[in-house]
């Protein structure tokens, strides 16, 4: 009985430890993508505050929104016209700037722009619901605030150029997020116990 209770103790134990070690999921990763790797989409929230985003949205993102949406990146469209027109990008402009009723204000609003790597920026053609993400490219977001409706919005001020990749870390340093204090907790709990049913077994045989 001692034994069978202490092995289901055991295999909890050995659950948790890896269960721990199971990574966060979450949408997108931060930086541009690798070759291949995806759609990068980067967002430049001009006069807004927050320092520009660029993440990578992995695989062939359906439309511009969806690569924002698989970059990880929140965006809210209008009430009138939903995500036909992306009115918020992670909540920026606030309701003082924007209420997103409608349209947006032909002097505040969201540019869209298309790259490839290491190309320049040109601006979008058509909405981001149905344009399509040239893969292994650049999506482009930048807050437009022209003194007219007649003037021309500025691209993102970070370039389409796709990051130099570094250095795989050592060994050693891969598997610092393992919880090794965990494990080594168990096993010492699995040594001491088992000397225990040792030592009952011995005391019972006398």
Not at 188 to 199: D, K, N, Q
């Amino acid at each position: 009985m001692i034994a069978s209770r202490f092995a289901v103790v055991c295999a909890l134990l050995f659950g948790a430890a890896f269960v721990g070690a199971a990574p966060a999921s979450a949408a997108g990763t931060d930086g541009a993508c690798p070759e291949g790797g995806g759609v990068t989409v980067v967002v430049d929230f001009g006069d807004l505050g927050p320092q520009p985003l660029v993440r990578c949205a992995t695989g062939t993102p359906a439309n511009g929104i969806a690569a924002l949406q698989e970059a990880g990146i929140e965006v809210a469209g209008s009430q009138k016209y939903g995500l036909a027109v992306a009115c918020r990008i992670n909540g920026k402009p606030g309701p003082d700037v924007e209420s997103c009723a409608g349209m947006p204000s032909a002097t505040a609003y969201w540019s869209y722009w298309h790259a490839s790597a290491g190309g320049s920026w040109t601006s979008s053609q058509e909405g981001a619901q149905t344009a399509k993400p040239a893969p292994g490219g650049f999506e482009g977001w930048a807050f437009a605030r022209p003194k007219s409706a007649n003037d021309l919005p500025t691209p993102p001020r970070v370039p389409p150029v796709r990051q130099v990749s570094s250095p795989a870390p050592a060994a050693s340093d891969q598997g610092s997020s393992f919880p090794w204090g965990l494990v080594a907790g168990a096993v010492v709990i699995v040594l001491v116990g088992g000397a225990g049913i040792v030592v009952a077994r011995r005391r019972r045989a006398q």
